[in-house]
């Protein structure tokens, strides 16, 4: 992640808030949150790290589903991410920001019985490393929850931005659009998790509905809210509000506009350190 491509800079944090957000990610943090509150409800004074917080989606969830006095460790390797969750959930009850790599997690102090990621590890240049450090800083029965999405075929939406954005480009188009749905294999999830030191991984597919009020709103969020944006700036055939206009007529056209109604899925992945 350190190429200035994979950077989530300038106002691409706003944008992928504020226009990702509401469809892709807060019904899965929803669902992960409960699962974070039911694994920690017999635990005395549980601590729950997040690797990866973005934005903050899944910190607002989980403050949400679990009781005020429980700390939450929220951190991001990207400055950009956390500053802009700060600016927009700063003000949640017992939450502590903090800038992290998510494949050292030595920095961190103390250890934690609950250890979360929403669609994070997908971006790891090392996953098991990643996830032996999630694993490292749990306590013995601790539990490590992990999601990914699913195959594109699955999530054809975002499958359908891709095949717009690939239109722009002489060659090599800007690959960001299908990196996240490139661990979708249960079997590969669970068999890092047990390489990490987790046992009884359980494995969860699900499809989620959104509806957003105009296809437009995704096709900005898919043009500008991601690093990709930074690849259309430079080699692009086309500007950036041109793909935007193409990608919105696509999605209306496969998807309804006024609302567009569309669907996703995503692989969790949960289990405890034995």
């Not at 690797?51 to 006095?69: F, K, N, P, S």
Request: charged fraction near 20%; proline fraction near 6%; include cysteine.
């Amino acid at each position: 992640m350190a190429d200035s491509h994979a950077q989530f800079s300038g106002n691409i944090p706003e944008i992928y808030d504020q226009h990702l957000g509401p469809a892709f990610f807060a019904a899965p943090a929803a669902h992960m949150a409960k699962q974070i509150a039911d694994a920690v409800s017999g635990v005395s004074n549980p601590r729950v790290l997040e690797v990866a917080c973005g934005t903050g989606i899944v910190t607002e969830a989980l403050r949400g589903a679990l009781a005020d006095d429980i700390e939450i460790i929220a951190t991001d390797l990207n400055p950009a991410m956390l500053e802009y969750a700060q600016s927009v959930r700063g003000d949640l009850a017992n939450v502590n920001w903090q800038q992290a790599d998510g494949q050292d997690l030595s920095t961190l102090d103390g250890a934690f019985d609950a250890v979360v990621c929403q669609f994070g590890l997908m971006f790891f240049p090392e996953k098991e490393k990643g996830l032996a450090a999630m694993a490292g800083v749990l306590n013995p029965g601790g539990t490590l929850a992990v999601s990914t999405w699913n195959s594109l075929e699955k999530n054809t939406l975002p499958g359908l931005g891709q095949e717009v954005l690939a239109t722009f480009f002489d060659e090599n188009p800007p690959m960001f659009l299908s990196v996240p749905f490139g661990m979708h294999d249960p079997g590969v999830v669970t068999a890092l998790m047990m390489q990490a030191g987790i046992d009884e991984v359980q494995i969860e597919t699900r499809g989620f509905e959104y509806e957003r009020p105009k296809a437009r709103h995704l096709a900005v969020g898919m043009v500008q809210g991601n690093p990709g944006i930074h690849e259309i700036n430079e080699r692009a055939n086309a500007p950036a509000e041109e793909i935007i206009d193409a990608m919105e007529a696509a999605m209306a056209r496969d998807f309804g506009d006024n609302p567009l109604r569309a669907h996703s899925h995503a692989i969790f992945a949960s289990g405890v350190k034995g």
